[in-house]
């Protein structure tokens, strides 16, 4: 059978599930979108899955038409309904079908899509043996232009960020912010560890706030590792003993190499390797224990 898609309200097959070409996500990127993943049936961290999308939402000035209790609700029926009990998930909500112009006030029906579908994920060489990234030309957006916190629809600015990593042989790709300064990856967070503790960008250096970023900085809290939410340069990464990105569809991944530069010893670290571990344990407890 053919996978279910949820639109405004319904599942139908993927074939059906189709959205005006004059919605305001298709025309102008108009709409926001937000990632999950299901281990074992149960959704990772759901709340601020839902928290992220409602407030990129208020941010851009769109409503999104159902409650977040409804939209869990909505996202389990659709987990069920195509029978994925370990599956990535993707909550679209668009400004709808408008006019040409640029009018959000001129859209009037946002289009709510959720698909579940089964995950890709990066080969396990990648976790045992840590990623070789580059640095991309392509600056993340200055916040006072499209604030990275936003999940919006317009992703252009890590695509590029994106083709620059991919046609230097990498998967992702480091971005610095307006200042010159370390901001992210184009789909995951970054953190260093450099004696024995733990560096990573503030919300302010123009990053998404990870919801993995959030749950390794308190599984490091839980191992006693000090936790720096400070600027860091490229110069930090070249240093640091260890590095690793976290992201919904990565989870926790070793860097090894950074611009031809040896991340420390070039392979996985210890403290990244316990990160790691903790983060697989954290995923697949039940909430009752
Ligand atoms: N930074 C950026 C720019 C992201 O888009 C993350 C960090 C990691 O956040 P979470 O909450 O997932 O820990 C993201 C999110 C995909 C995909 O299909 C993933 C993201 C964005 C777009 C597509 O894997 N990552």
């Not at 720096?228 to 690793?244: G, I, K, N, Q, S």
């Amino acid at each position: 059978m053919s996978l279910q898609v949820f639109i405004n309200g319904r599942l139908v097959p993927k074939e059906q599930a189709v959205v005006s070409v004059f919605d305001h996500g298709l025309l102008y990127g108009d709409g926001v979108f937000e990632g999950m993943r299901s281990y074992s049936g149960r959704v990772f961290r759901l709340q601020a899955h839902l928290d992220r999308p409602w407030e990129s939402a208020r941010a851009i000035w769109l409503t999104i038409p159902m409650t977040q209790q409804e939209m869990a609700q909505a996202v389990y029926q659709t987990l069920q309904v195509n029978n994925i009990s370990d599956g990535y998930i993707r909550l679209v909500v668009t400004r709808g079908a408008g006019t040409l112009g640029l009018d959000p006030n001129k859209c009037s029906n946002p289009q709510v899509i959720i698909i579940a579908d089964h995950i890709e994920l990066y080969p396990r060489e990648f976790y045992e043996k840590g990623l070789r990234i580059v640095t991309a030309s392509t600056i993340r957006n200055h916040p006072a232009a499209l604030n990275p916190r936003i999940k919006s629809l317009n992703y252009l600015n890590n695509i590029l960020a994106k083709i620059e990593g991919l046609q230097a042989g990498c998967v992702e790709a480091l971005m610095l912010n307006h200042k010159g300064e370390v901001a992210e990856c184009t789909g995951d967070n970054i953190f260093l560890v450099r004696r024995g503790e733990l560096y990573t960008p503030p919300n302010d250096a123009g990053i998404l706030e990870g919801v993995t970023r959030a749950a390794v900085i308190e599984l490091a809290q839980e191992m006693n590792l000090t936790v720096h939410e400070v600027p860091l340069t490229r110069h930090d990464v070249y240093v640091a003993d260890e590095c690793f990105l976290t992201g919904t569809a990565a989870e926790v991944v070793p860097v090894v190499e950074v611009d031809g530069r040896t991340i420390g010893s070039g392979s996985p670290g210890p403290i990244t390797q316990e990160l790691q571990h903790r983060f697989q344990r954290l995923v697949r407890q039940r909430p009752d224990g």
